[in-house]
């Protein structure tokens, strides 16, 4: 019997690959940078299932290039690099990897925040370039935790896990937006769920984690920086195109708002000539919010289970699209 064939646009961990390689015949992308667009399409024209990352784009042109393509399964939680409803249109199933990084994502939110309040990455810096002189009653002074307020923009899964670890180590009052009420949040934070003006307004740290569409594109601009307080912290751990970077620079320039730390931006990597980077009240680092080995190795089992149902025409454990079924491809 032949085996299904299956593109794996990037090396994943090796708990997902030999699960995959036990069933179906696989050509993994050897190289550190993702194949190109072009390179893709070649690679995936007589694929049965598609193991993708956020760099890898899965539109409709790729999807007319590969007939035979029953599954795509993105190595990660978000979805935005795929047109889902084209491959609804086309029979193709979609799956994620939800829940498997929820800590690691709160981790790092929480660490780029204490960060950025405490000026981290500053006083770092300064320490190994030789202007620590002495200690300075003035130096490099931070900000407070304990019993402040926090901003949660999108009270999902991360964004409770995160509340839940400022809330219940620092006592911060907690509030967020969501599309309604979250009653989880309400009952064991405490949580009050405002408008984003009133967030911006009332915390002293804000935290993002919203999706990225076409509301939230752009959420925040000059116009949300200068309803924060000037000893505002700002932390985005969701997706780069949330945010305005030239205004999130001159927020941070002009004093507007205190620090901010970033996993993510627009575009990845951001070059090095960035004026983030110049700007000592701004930590960046290279998204690496789910990089554990405990999680990067259950995201490869959810993509790899996900991948293996796609081409055994059975239901996908994390499944984007599920309306898909009556018409998936055979």
């Not at 935290?207 to 200068?226: C, E």
Request: hydrophobic fraction near 40%.
């Amino acid at each position: 019997m032949t085996k299904p064939k299956v593109f794996v646009a990037r090396r994943i961990p090796e708990e997902g690959l030999n699960a995959i390689r036990a069933v179906c015949d696989v050509d993994v992308w050897p190289e550190q940078l993702p194949p190109s667009a072009d390179e893709l399409l070649r690679r995936v024209k007589d694929c049965d299932g598609l193991v993708s990352l956020l760099t890898d784009r899965v539109d409709a042109r790729l999807l007319d290039a590969a007939p035979q393509l029953k599954v795509v399964s993105n190595f990660a939680v978000g979805f935005n690099n795929v047109d889902v409803p084209a491959c609804t249109a086309r029979g193709v199933c979609v799956g994620n990897t939800p829940g498997a990084l929820t800590d690691a994502t709160a981790d790092i939110a929480v660490t780029l925040l204490l960060a950025a309040a405490r000026r981290i990455s500053e006083s770092a810096a300064d320490a190994k370039e030789g202007r620590w002189l002495t200690w300075e009653p003035l130096g490099w002074l931070g900000s407070d935790l304990a019993g402040r307020t926090l901003g949660i923009v999108g009270m999902g899964r991360i964004g409770f896990a995160t509340a839940k670890r400022l809330h219940g180590g620092w006592g911060m009052t907690v509030l967020y937006t969501a599309r309604g009420p979250k009653a989880d949040a309400d009952q064991a934070l405490g949580a009050t769920r405002v408008e984003l003006d009133e967030l911006l307004e009332r915390s002293d740290f804000v935290s993002v984690h919203a999706d990225l569409n076409p509301s939230t594109k752009g959420l925040f601009g000059a116009a949300q920086f200068k309803k924060m307080k000037r000893t505002s912290v700002f932390v985005n751990t969701s997706r780069g195109p949330l945010v305005d970077q030239s205004a999130l620079a001159e927020a941070l320039r002009s004093g507007t708002i205190f620090s901010a730390g970033l996993d993510v931006t627009d575009p990845e990597p951001l070059p090095t000539t960035h004026e983030l980077y110049k700007l000592p009240n701004c930590t960046i680092v290279p998204h690496i919010a789910s990089a554990t080995i405990e999680t990067r190795n259950a995201m490869a089992r959810l993509c790899a289970n996900n991948l293996l149902a796609g081409v055994r025409g059975e239901p996908l454990p994390n499944w984007v699209n599920p309306d898909v079924a009556e018409k998936r491809r055979k």
